[in-house]
């Protein structure tokens, strides 16, 4: 079992930053890839940023330029570093873990991001 706990969401005015934080605990060996996914009003959740456990990092082209995720394996935590955000960048941002060899995600609770224009 993996647990995922994220922190660092709020409430921030157009072309603020936030930084989001998610510390996996439990039976970290089995996690692969982490990611933030973004659920916004009224839509589906989409994935934001993933990085797997070598290094690779992808984003969504909505987010590219202003987004980075990084992994620090030592504290078990991945960051999410959000720039210059936009009042469509609110949502709430799931932290998730893939276990490895399988297509299984465990999930935080989730942060709320909230954009004001």
């Known amino acids: 079992q993996v647990r995922l706990m994220e922190s660092g969401g709020g409430l921030v005015q157009a072309g603020g930053s936030l930084r989001l934080s998610c510390v996996a605990s439990g039976r970290i060996d089995v996690i692969n890839a982490m990611g933030w996914h973004r659920r916004a009003p009224g839509k589906q959740r989409e994935l934001v940023a993933l990085?797997?456990?070598?290094?690779?990092?992808n984003f969504a082209d909505s987010v590219k330029g202003r987004l980075t995720i990084s992994r620090d394996g030592a504290k078990n935590t991945v960051y999410l570093q959000m720039n210059s955000l936009e009042p469509e960048d609110t949502g709430v941002y799931y932290c998730?873990?893939?276990?490895?060899?399988?297509?299984?995600?465990?999930w935080g609770q989730g942060t709320q991001v909230t954009v004001s224009s």
């Open positions: 998730s873990a893939n276990h490895k060899g399988t297509d299984y995600n465990y």
């Open positions: 990085i797997t456990s070598g290094g690779t990092i």
